[in-house]
């Protein structure tokens, strides 16, 4: 968890711009994006909007030995699971030009994500002469929900000589990620009976939410090609 500062391109020439890209991929990976520039005197109108679909197949196996002087087993554990869905992103903001070495840019981003997490996992325990004793297959389903809002203030000021300039952001984000689990468990023995409390069903929620405030000033001052002065000073909050 951290933060993500996102730059948008933003075309200097004057008037309508704008850019499609379209992609596709195997297993399953698809997505589209659309943007558009408009610049007319002293301000900058720049969006961006972008879905996409994804699926990735993975697993894998464990193998685990119990090798001691009063018991002798062997676990092997296997795993089949499919993750994925699909995401959306909105991002909106102008530049303003104050004056011809001063600019004043806000944006918003907006992003939104549902995924449907499929894993399958088998359980084979083996006793000391390595035959199967049991067998447990335990499924788990997971929806996972993701949103995420951001804003971002920037100024901005050159002066006329090089690497001199002074800026100022501030930045307020909040994310929001819920996750849910359905999970049926079966276990059967080597002879075919089912113990009485051989399925198991749990249902499992996990909530997480963030939210940050930064304020942020750096000013820069060269001095020649290898001297700067630099001061700045940084502020947040985050809950």
Do not use: C
């Not at 992103?89 to 001063?102: C, L, M, N, S, V």
């Not at 000589?161 to 689990?181: G, I, L, P, V």
């Not at 075919?192 to 000013?219: C, F, M």
Request: aromatic share 12%; net charge negative; hydrophobic share 30%.
């Amino acid at each position: 968890a951290g933060i993500i500062n996102i730059i948008l391109k933003k075309e200097r020439s004057k008037g309508f711009n704008g850019n499609f890209d379209v992609s596709a991929g195997y297993p399953e990976n698809y997505s589209a994006t659309a943007g558009v520039n408009y610049r007319a005197g002293k301000i900058n109108w720049f969006s961006n909007a972008s879905i996409g679909y994804r699926r990735s197949p993975g697993g894998g196996f464990t193998e685990q030995i119990y090798d001691g002087p009063d018991t002798n087993s062997r676990s092997y554990i296997t795993r089949d699971q499919n993750r994925g869905g699909t995401s959306g992103t909105f991002r909106f903001g102008a530049d303003y030009t104050i004056a011809p070495k001063q600019t004043l840019t806000g944006s918003f981003v907006f992003r939104k994500s549902s995924g449907l997490n499929y894993a399958d996992i088998t359980y084979d325990d083996y006793d000391a002469d390595d035959m199967l004793i049991s067998r447990t297959i335990r499924n788990d389903d997971e929806l996972e929900q993701e949103q995420r809002l951001e804003g971002d203030l920037h100024w901005e000021k050159e002066y006329e000589n090089k690497d001199h300039k002074w800026t100022a952001d501030f930045s307020f984000q909040d994310n929001d990620d819920r996750e849910s689990s359905d999970i049926y468990q079966d276990t059967v023995l080597l002879n075919g009976l089912v113990p009485q409390d051989a399925v198991l069903i749990q249902k499992v929620s996990n909530q997480e939410d963030e939210q940050n405030i930064i304020i942020r000033t750096d000013y820069v001052h060269p001095f020649g090609e290898k001297k700067s002065f630099e001061v700045g000073a940084r502020a947040g909050i985050r809950n």
